[in-house]
């Protein structure tokens, strides 16, 4: 049974391009969870979906970002007009039920 | 809104040697958990809490819920080379409601061991 998988492991945008960052939960999951990592942080929540919901995103910043778990496909991160300040690793974590969360690899965002 | 305090930031230890961290919160958890990250991956479980005052281990690693539910432990004994990482605790509250799941990570504990 694969992993939770992210795509791009890396990215690097130009301020005000924009960014989307993908997560494949693990095969069975239906509850997906995005955070953030500055360097030598810890994580921080951002978003809580379940399929086709968004259930929490009371961590995501009001502008520019959005996320998605459409009933096929991955959960998409977008990020419109990026910042240098959106510079981060963003976790993409996925559990059958609001239990034991398993994280993916990350996607290592830099903004120029 | 929640934080957790964990200490100490980091810590240099030789080989063999114990090693304990811990975790303290300005609020009640029901659940504390454990996680360990390797330089350039995502954190993976090592160990999870559901009741206070419950004492867990996984091999070297022992972790405590405390009683109050605003603190958490972890001891790693005799520490090998490959327990270099970094190491987080992190609090959810599982009240239901829209916070269900969400998880609040500690600032981290950065393990060297020296052979």
């Known amino acids: 049974n694969a992993g939770v998988m992210q795509n791009p492991r890396h990215l690097v945008r130009r301020r005000g391009q924009e960014a989307r960052l993908r997560c494949s939960p693990m095969k069975g999951h239906s509850h997906v969870y995005w955070y953030r990592q500055l360097p030598e942080e810890g994580l921080k929540f951002m978003v809580y979906l379940q399929k086709e919901n968004i259930i929490d995103e009371s961590g995501m910043p009001k502008e520019r970002f959005s996320a998605e778990f459409p009933k096929e496909g991955p959960s998409i991160l977008r990020i419109q007009q990026v910042v240098r300040g959106d510079s981060a690793a963003y976790f993409c974590?996925?559990?059958?039920?609001?239990?034991?969360?398993?994280f993916g690899p990350g996607t290592r965002l830099t903004v120029l | 809104g929640q934080q957790l305090n964990q200490s100490p930031q980091s810590m240099f230890i030789q080989e063999g040697e114990d090693v304990s961290m811990n975790c303290t919160s300005s609020?009640?958890?029901?659940?504390w958990l454990w996680y360990k990250q390797d330089p350039g991956e995502g954190p993976v479980l090592l160990i999870a809490l559901y009741k206070a005052g419950e004492l867990t281990s996984n091999g070297r690693l022992t972790a405590q819920f405390g009683i109050t539910r605003k603190d958490s432990f972890l001891n790693i004994s005799a520490s090998i080379p490959s327990d270099v990482g970094i190491y987080f605790c992190a609090g959810r509250m599982d009240a239901g409601g829209t916070s269900y799941g969400k998880l609040t990570f500690g600032q981290g504990t950065i393990l060297t061991v020296h052979p």
């Open positions: 974590a996925s559990s059958p039920s609001p239990d034991t969360q398993y």
């Open positions: 609020s009640i958890f029901n659940t």
